[in-house]
């Protein structure tokens, strides 16, 4: 199972290290990363939670916890949703 996280705000030092740190203290992986900064900071990851030790909810609250305290909006999305939007 995976899940797509998009990070939207202001570029500043440590976006991506404390997204993928809390990823990593709750044994999800992060499969892949993508990012473009223009005037504000879009970055996107695809992750693995078929590991995690959390429920994925209790990911989602803490994921947009940090982004919260950083001044970033954090969205989790089940990759089965975020597919099922984005077929034609």
């Known amino acids: 199972m995976r899940a797509v996280i998009t990070v939207l705000g202001k570029d500043m030092v ?15 992986n992060v499969i ?15 992750v693995d939670i078929s ?11 803490s994921l947009k916890k940090i982004g919260d305290d950083m ?8 990759e089965d949703i975020f597919n099922s939007m984005h077929r034609i």
Not at 14 to 28: M, R, T
Not at 51 to 61: A, G, Q, Y
């Open 14 to 28: 440590g976006i991506l290290a404390k997204v993928s740190a809390k990823c990593a203290e709750v044994d999800v």
């Open 32 to 46: 892949e990363v993508t990012q473009s900064i223009l005037q504000d900071l879009f970055a996107m990851m695809m």
């Open 51 to 61: 590991k995690s030790k959390v429920p994925f909810d209790e990911l989602v609250d």
């Open 71 to 78: 001044g970033l909006k954090v969205h989790v999305m089940h």
